[in-house]
């Protein structure tokens, strides 16, 4: 074999290992300020849907059991992920905070955090993440759109596109040009109610 195509190899192999080295030592440095991160923003977001909370304390999920839950109500495609306790200053459980995601947003997934009372009220959602268009599905960030949830109660929410959600708890109106945003997010919430429904049942 030619000695320069050895020498390459040799040099290629070298600057292999030096880079996975390298990258390795990158993600070591940044993973822990990157999960400090994420850790914050999810805090702020359970405070922001739960703000008479005085702490959330993480629970332990069964996904099969959420999965049972999601498909008896028709909202298999969601994702619950995670589930924490709501618990005000005296220790007392007041309900709970859900992070879901549904894949069908117009750009994608959108995550949310979702808090549901104990009495099934829904105080309202923040976005976790979205991709959705600029001026038309990104609306469903904004507080005109959440105000179809807040302080809201119903079994399911449904999304209308005639104007009658200020009259209706149950009825969501669509954000006008963007009905998937507003049925994705909808559902969204809708899991989480049904699973905060099923979690009543079971004390």
């Known amino acids: 074999m030619n000695k320069s195509i050895i020498s390459d190899c040799i040099k290629l192999c ?3 290992v030096i880079a996975g080295f390298l990258l390795g030592l990158v993600y070591n ?32 999920i069964d996904e099969k059991d959420i999965s049972k839950v999601l498909d008896e109500n028709g909202l298999g495609q969601n ?6 306790e709501a618990v005000d200053k005296d220790g007392n459980v007041i309900g709970h905070v859900f992070s ?10 959108i995550s ?12 309202g959602y923040e ?25 809201k ?3 399911t929410f449904e999304v209308v596109k005639d104007g009658s959600g200020a009259n209706d708890d149950a009825k969501v109106d ?20 049904a699973y905060a429904n099923s979690l009543k049942g079971g004390e």
Do not use: H, W
């Open 14 to 16: 070298v600057i292999t």
């Open 29 to 60: 440095v940044t993973k822990a300020p990157i999960a400090a991160q994420q850790e914050k923003t999810k805090q702020e977001a359970y405070k922001a849907v739960f703000e008479d909370a005085a702490e959330f304390q993480a629970m332990d």
């Open 79 to 84: 994702t619950i992920t995670e589930i924490a």
């Open 100 to 109: 879901v995601t549904n894949p069908e947003g117009y750009g994608g997934d």
């Open 112 to 123: 949310l955090s979702v808090g549901v009372r104990s009495d099934g009220t829904v105080n």
């Open 127 to 151: 976005t976790l993440s979205i991709s959705e268009t600029a001026g038309l599905g990104m609306k469903a960030t904004e507080d005109e759109f959440k105000s179809n949830f807040k302080n």
């Open 153 to 155: 109660k119903a079994d």
């Open 174 to 193: 669509a954000i006008s040009g963007a009905t998937i945003t507003s049925r994705a997010v909808t559902s969204g919430v809708n899991s989480c109610v």
